[in-house]
């Protein structure tokens, strides 16, 4: 089969890059696609972070420091950019307005009005296809569960709850870094660095917060500066935000956790959807199980844990038997990125597309909302016109 290629260029060469370059490289893992990622060039302002494409990743024929000169490559059709908060609005617009189809990091900005900047230029722009990086909802254990919220399984809700824990930086001697900093990361701490894994789902579903009540804690107050002192951590740690859903048909609660120091969990995303006719979780931290509880009045209450078999969204040469994992879950949205590039919205082998800027735009308002929360201590509500 005949694949149409599809030219990249990245900006921002640390670790998301090069997961990007490993998912690439493993793309012969994929089946029945008829897409395919090609890096033809990287731009970075750190050169030793450049050179490691250049060894690792035989298709890279150019390295850039300056990203617009990446930006006016012929040879570049799309981009993917990881770089901090602060320059999302700038880079990302000069993306979307070079005509090249984008799949950006999260949050889409360092604050609502940066992202209102990039919400400009794909107004202007419509021909340029723009996603966010969300990689968790493409488990296999996760997309059976967002197949029965679309089949109306659960009955009428009785809550949620969703999260992104990690426990590394429970270590107070972890060295500061730009994530710590308002000024690279925005007041939104823990939220804008984690948040948009957890309202992915949520927001795909039309489950959007009508009102929020924050809790926003900084555990460690200062780390290592790597000059033999120490810094002040100006970032928030971990967020706890209590959240009302009012859809046209029901109502309930919906708690949504982004946590930076939770001990014990590296990097645990999670669901949990409770209904009257079927609930449901599911764990990365236990990433072949799910588990869910139907019921039927009168009957009994019994959870189920059931191995999910390795099936995503684009299929793949690895056998059923076998366990998903992160590396498969980029592939995975990578794949979905890529469809979409090639074959249109319309087009798509599968129909669960990567998180949009929709998406994106809408945890702009609730980490809004959630900072104003804990400021003042009430519960702010949250508007979803235009």
Request: glycine share 8%; with cysteine.
């Amino acid at each position: 089969m005949s694949k149409k290629e599809i030219r990249f260029g990245l900006i921002g060469c640390g670790l998301m890059g090069k997961e990007f370059a490993s998912a690439a490289a493993r793309w012969c893992h994929l089946s029945h696609v008829d897409f395919q990622p090609v890096i033809t060039a990287v731009c970075d302002a750190n050169p030793e972070a450049a050179a490691w494409f250049e060894q690792a990743v035989p298709s890279v024929k150019r390295t850039y420091s300056d990203y617009k000169e990446l930006l006016a490559d012929p040879e570049v059709d799309a981009v993917y950019c990881a770089v901090p908060h602060n320059l999302h609005a700038e880079i990302y617009a000069d993306i979307i307005r070079a005509g090249k189809h984008l799949l950006g990091e999260k949050p889409f900005g360092i604050d609502e009005q940066a992202n209102a900047v990039i919400r400009k230029a794909i107004a202007e722009h419509p021909e340029v296809i723009v996603r966010c990086s969300s990689e968790f909802p493409f488990f296999p254990g996760a997309l059976q569960l967002s197949k029965w919220v679309q089949e109306g399984r659960f009955g009428k809700i009785i809550e949620v709850e969703a999260g992104f824990w990690h426990s590394s930086d429970l270590d107070p001697q972890k060295p500061i870094n730009w994530k710590r900093r308002i000024a690279t990361n925005g007041e939104y701490g823990c939220m804008g660095d984690l948040g948009m894994h957890v309202l992915h789902l949520p927001m795909r579903f039309g489950w959007h917060p009508q009102n929020v009540r924050a809790l926003l804690t900084k555990v460690v107050e200062e780390r290592p500066d790597g000059k033999g002192g120490m810094s002040p951590c100006e970032t928030w740690d971990n967020a706890i935000l209590a959240c009302e859903v009012k859809t046209e048909e029901q109502q309930f609660p919906m708690v949504l956790s982004t946590k930076r120091i939770a001990p014990g969990h590296s990097n645990t995303w999670f669901i949990k959807v409770q209904g009257t006719r079927l609930s449901a979780e599911f764990s990365t931290k236990n990433p072949k199980q799910l588990s869910s509880l139907p019921y039927e009045p009168g009957g009994s209450q019994a959870w189920h844990v059931t191995d999910v078999p390795y099936q995503s969204a684009y299929g793949t040469i690895t056998g059923g038997i076998f366990e998903f994992g992160f590396s498969d879950s980029i592939l995975q949205m990578w794949a979905a990125f890529c469809d979409e590039v090639a074959n249109g919205k319309d087009g798509m082998a599968q129909p669960f597309r990567c998180a949009t800027p929709e998406e994106a735009s809408g945890s702009h308002r609730v980490f809004t909302a959630a900072l104003e929360s804990n400021r003042t201590g009430t519960t702010i509500p949250i508007n979803w016109g235009s």
